[in-house]
């Protein structure tokens, strides 16, 4: 079945370590994204990609980084610049042009808390 | 800039009654999609239905529905006949695109709780 893996499903990161949330995808997409959520709040946009290598910040992009390689993945590092890391982390990918009722379709989201 | 408010924090249902999830939007673009997606205990965001604005019939997805009312920039969700497993978060989003790029705006969303 065509989805989004998410991995891993919780993460610890300590003090001033970098650590790497991984994304891949094989619903053969071309845009891919990184959100944020917050406890008991909405999705902030990280980062996003509509091509292999090239990608643009999003609202919240500080103290993250991304990479895109290949056309299925699109990991994202949380810097050890990004002081209040603790969220819930959901990757999400969609196709580019065609219909505007594309929606996109997301990862399980990975667990991210601090040591 | 374009918004998206959901006023209702929570939001609790007899099981089988309908309920209507609040949803307005702000946006100076004349074309426009907005989704809503629900988000179980567990994480997954799972999309429920689209309306575009262009769409001259609000848009049905068995039992969920869009009230879109686009004078009032309102496009409530109701979910008809609901189901125990209908308890979770919602939330309404609108497209935005920019400089060729398509992004969502997300709202903060709804906690659903069905009662039995």
């Known amino acids: 079945d065509g989805g989004i893996t998410q991995s891993p499903k919780y993460l610890f990161r300590k003090e001033g370590q970098n650590v790497t949330l991984s994304c891949e995808q094989n619903l053969n997409h071309d845009a891919m994204y990184w959100y944020r959520q917050d406890p008991g709040q909405g999705l902030r946009l990280i980062y996003y990609?509509?091509?292999?290598?090239?990608?643009q910040k999003g609202d919240i992009a500080e103290g993250y980084s991304v990479s895109r390689e290949k056309k299925e993945s699109f990991p994202l590092t949380v810097t050890s610049a990004q002081k209040n890391p603790t969220a819930f982390y959901l990757c999400?990918?969609?196709?580019?042009?065609?219909?505007?009722?594309?929606?996109?379709?997301f990862g399980d989201g990975t667990r991210l808390s601090i040591l | 800039a374009q918004k998206i408010t959901q006023t209702q924090p929570g939001m609790f249902v007899q099981e089988k009654e309908a309920v209507t999830l609040d949803c307005t939007y702000d946006t100076s673009d004349q074309s426009y999609g907005l989704f809503w997606y629900k988000q179980p205990s567990s994480g997954e965001m799972i999309f429920l239905i689209y309306q575009g604005s262009y769409d001259e019939q609000n848009a049905t997805e068995g039992r969920y529905s869009l009230n879109f009312q686009k004078a009032r920039k309102s496009a409530n969700l109701v979910i008809s006949a609901s189901q125990l497993g209908d308890s979770a978060m919602y939330f309404c989003?609108?497209?935005?695109?920019?400089?060729?790029?398509?992004?969502?705006?997300f709202g903060a969303g709804t906690r659903l709780a069905v009662h039995p």
């Open positions: 990609s509509q091509i292999v290598n090239d990608f």
């Open positions: 999400a990918s969609s196709r580019v042009g065609g219909a505007l009722n594309q929606p996109q379709h």
């Open positions: 989003a609108m497209r935005e695109v920019s400089g060729g790029y398509n992004k969502l705006i």
